[in-house]
């Protein structure tokens, strides 16, 4: 008989160069060490979904690239979204070639999907947004720099996610995010113990997300297995939405409070369809 494929994904997301950690190391060593012990679990894709950086200069995008591309190097697809914290200073122009030059795909609403012993996974995905479309730039000004009062942008990503859900057909398919699916904790187990600072804003994500991955789960044939984001800083690292999809909280941030691996690894089993 024959065995199944076994395709594994190596996730984080976080990284936040520009900033310390709370001991005061940089988060640019720590996200060098992240990078190498995920390489060391021989993934076969590596997802990196949001907020590569933290106060948005070209300088620390540079080192994220820099540091990410040590898993090109070694053979590995990377595929990555951006997060509001790559926005700060407005110059993802520049940063989409930037990533476009490594190698690396930007995952913004279309799908892409990577073979394996003659299967193939999919992979879609969008930055995504919170629920904060109609507040003063002011409220939000440590949050998102495109934030306008009347913006488009929870819209446009929604439409965007669900182009690129349309577009899978892989024997296993994955959805990454950097926005949470949802916008409050009770509705997200991944954003349990997250503090006020997030929910009270409607901060945390948008259910219009969730909601777009759990209808096109009831229609195709292609479900989405896997759900990745990122964004949160203290909360928790596994969850499932109502439907039952297994979401994982990428946060290096999240997961070095809680003294855990930063970075989640997931194995895709794909059974060889002939025999089911
Ligand atoms: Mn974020």
Same mark, same amino acid.
């Given at each position: 008989m024959e065995q199944p494929t076994r395709f594994r994904i190596a996730a984080t997301s976080d990284a936040h160069i520009g900033q310390d950690l709370p001991d005061g190391r940089s988060r640019l060593d720590f996200f060098n060490e992240i990078i190498q012990e995920m390489i060391q679990q021989s993934p076969d894709l590596i997802v990196f979904g949001g907020? &590569?950086?933290?106060? +948005?200069?070209l300088k620390e995008f540079r080192q994220f690239i820099q540091v990410i591309s040590q898993a090109r190097k070694a053979d590995i697809p990377v595929v990555m979204t951006f997060g509001n914290h790559d926005h700060w200073k407005s110059k993802t122009a520049t940063m989409r070639r930037l990533i476009s030059d490594a190698n690396i795909t930007l995952l913004d609403g279309q799908a892409v999907h990577f073979p394996k012993n003659g299967k193939e996974v999919g992979v879609t995905g969008v930055e995504g947004y919170c629920e904060v479309p109609d507040i003063a730039i002011e409220e939000t000004r440590y949050h998102d720099m495109r934030a306008r009062r009347g913006s488009t942008i929870l819209k446009d990503e929604v439409g965007k996610l669900e182009r690129g859900l349309s577009q899978l057909h892989g024997d296993a398919n994955v959805v990454v995010l950097h @926005? *949470? *699916? &949802?916008?409050a904790e009770e509705e997200l187990a991944?954003? /349990? +113990?997250? *503090?006020?600072?997030l929910q009270t804003n409607h901060m945390l994500g948008a259910s219009e997300l969730g909601f777009a991955i759990a209808h096109h789960n009831r229609h195709?044939? @292609?479900? /989405?297995e896997v759900l990745f984001h990122g964004h949160l800083d203290f909360g928790s690292p596994n969850g499932q939405t109502d439907e039952g999809l297994p979401v994982i909280n990428t946060s290096a941030k999240a997961r070095q409070r809680r003294e855990i691996q930063p970075y989640e690894v997931v194995d895709l089993i794909i059974p060889q369809s002939s025999d089911m």
């Open positions: 907020d &590569a950086i933290h106060t +948005g200069t @926005y *949470p *699916p &949802a916008n991944t954003a /349990v +113990g997250e *503090p006020d600072h195709s044939q @292609y479900k /989405v």
